[in-house]
């Protein structure tokens, strides 16, 4: 059975469930899952109600699918994702992606957690993907092309999509949130990195450093999909931190810029929304 016969199976089952054929796909990174439960006409799945959906191996992290209206506007929304540091192979890790885009997704809106490699980060500042550097030394693409879902060679020059990255100014300045933007090195993780590897990732230009999200762009770029992404910078990585990370103190900004960015990340999707439907 072939990758594209495993998302219809799996879409054809969230179709049964809700008649809102998503436009935009939203991906809720951690301590942001909250954003999904102020959808309108919600209709949840678990990811184990989904057919061949890979489920999280961190225990409560069970992540559901949500189908429902952000401000009018039809999303399908990831709440939890699976990472590769958990044991899947990143072909695997990308299927729910995958499925946003075959339930109709024109559009994709990841957000994350990061660490702040850009010594003039604080812990709660929100920062817009620009660009990414994979440094996982894996790729969801590896493996024999599905030409049904896209090219072999995709190109990865407009990997974070300039429209999209311009509405998330706009909501921005709209919400009064100011935000930071950069480069987000993706690793494989689990450990953090040392200092030694912090300075390697500032000198090859990142300005944040997290375990997920560019499989996921790399997937929705090969199906055609334009990415917009936001990191919420929730520590400052190894080295550049005055002093040990103080765990309450972290989720207390985490707390604090949750609020922020959820609000950014409402009117974003409405802004996208609208240019998807709206020409
Ligand atoms: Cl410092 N590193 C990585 N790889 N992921 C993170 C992080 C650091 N802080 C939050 N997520």
Redesign the pocket.
């Given at each position: 059975m072939s990758l594209i016969s495993h998302l219809d199976e799996a879409a054809s089952v969230i179709r049964a469930k809700s008649p809102i054929t998503p436009v935009v796909g939203v991906v809720l990174g951690?301590g942001l899952g909250a954003w999904a439960e102020s959808l309108a006409e919600p209709v949840v799945l678990p990811y184990s109600e989904i057919p061949f959906m890979p489920v999280s191996t961190i225990v409560g992290h069970a992540g559901k699918l949500w189908i429902g209206l952000a401000n009018g506007v039809p999303v399908a929304c990831l709440q939890g994702r699976v990472h590769l540091y958990e044991g899947h192979a990143p072909e695997r890790a990308v299927f729910g992606a995958r499925l946003l885009a075959r339930l109709g997704c024109r559009a994709a809106l990841l957000t994350?957690?990061?660490?702040?490699?850009r010594p003039t980060f604080q812990p709660g500042d929100l920062m817009l993907i620009r660009d990414h550097l994979n440094l996982t030394g894996q790729n969801p693409l590896v493996g024999p092309n599905e030409a049904g879902l896209g090219p072999r060679f995709p190109d990865m020059t407009h990997a974070y999509d300039r429209r999209i990255a311009a509405l998330a100014r706009e909501a921005a300045s709209d919400s009064g949130v100011s935000i930071h933007e950069g480069i987000y090195a993706g690793?494989l993780?689990p450990s953090?990195?040392t200092p030694a590897e912090?300075t390697m990732l500032r000198t090859l230009g990142a300005d944040a450093?997290?375990?997920s999200t560019v499989h996921e762009v790399i997937a929705l770029r090969h199906m055609g999909v334009r990415c917009g992404a936001m990191s919420c910078i929730?520590?400052?990585?190894?080295g550049l931190s005055p002093r040990p990370l103080d765990h309450k103190e972290v989720e207390e900004t985490a707390r604090q810029s949750r609020e922020r960015f959820t609000s950014l990340l409402s009117t974003w999707v409405q802004k996208v929304g609208a240019a998807i439907t709206g020409g």
């Open positions: 951690s994350n957690a990061a660490g702040g490699t690793l993780g953090y990195e912090i450093v997290g375990m929730t520590n400052l990585a190894a």
